[in-house]
């Protein structure tokens, strides 16, 4: 196991969440004086928890599209089922502008005036309308009632305005007892808040969220982001093992990568650190059975992980394992593994 990627549990759940919702500034900078509407809205969830999206674009002069998607629950390719006519489009665009200086998501009450067919495709692809969890007006942070399903803490989530360059609005997973907190998804602000929604479904947290300019011309952005419950406890879990193997606490350590696999078993850090803990623990079994699930879930990482760690310096021994980390031959003894 890699020991130095041990950190504080604040600065953990920042590397680990943070970095992969890194979005770009709500409006782009060459529409700096040009009116910009992008907004999404959620019409139905479906029981995988799968979202059906709407989406508004009418930007730099182009005309106006108005279609209809789904989202997919783990982060496959969405994928178009239906698009309005322009002048549809050109009338939601129309009503959106009109109001697009209040706090609220729009494009939804305006598809009812003037697209009921999306709605009449949601009700045939099985996507009805989903209850949501909603701040109060401006609220920064709250607790819902969506708590995470999966691993043994109990888990509460939370939406909170992040400081940064730009602002953000984070989703943020975090635990009853004892405080780590770990960001599952966000949505970059560049003007004033809409107050947002929280859709939950099956394990998955469907964000909307976004900004407006105040004045003219109108920029305004509000979009669909998705976080993942199970794999945000799985982090979670990771975390508190690492910290007892750091304390030279295997049986707890060992525990605690078992939790994060129960919460999402695709996890490959957990996944490899329970090998990395069987194998100290010479439990080769164990620790060749979880060194394959993870390196079936991400090889590529589990190579780059697993060529030079100590604590697999007696499974490298085997040919089996040495397939498993690309390794033509056993590599030389105490060099440390890359950043």
Known sequence: MRRFLLVTFAGAACLLGCADYRQKPTFPENAAHKPVLNEQAILGISGSADAL???????????????????????????DVLEAPPDTAKAVSAKLRRNGQQPLPLLEPALRAQWPEAFVEAQKLGFLPHPQALPEPG????????????????????????????????????????????????????????????????????????????????HRTVGVRRGLLGRGEAELHNLHGLTDYSAGDLDAARREFARAIAADDTFVDSLYNAAAVAALADDEASALAWLKRAAAADPARVQVLGRNDEDLRQLRKRKDVQGLLGLHRPPPENVPPPP
């Open 139 to 218: 609220l920064r942070r709250f607790a819902t009632t969506g708590v995470a399903a999966n691993g043994s803490l109990p888990m509460l989530l939370r939406l909170e305005e992040v400081d940064g360059s730009p602002p953000a609005l984070a989703l943020i997973l975090s635990e009853k007892v004892g405080g780590a907190d770990l960001e599952l998804t966000r949505m970059t602000l560049s003007g004033e808040s809409v107050t947002p929604q929280l859709f939950v479904q099956n394990g998955v947290a469907w964000l909307v969220s976004g900004s407006y300019r105040d004045g003219a011309p109108l």
């Open 53 to 79: 999206v709407a989406q508004l674009i009418d930007a730099d002069g182009e005309p106006a599209q108005l279609k209809l998607s789904l989202f997919d629950a783990h982060g496959g390719p969405s994928k």
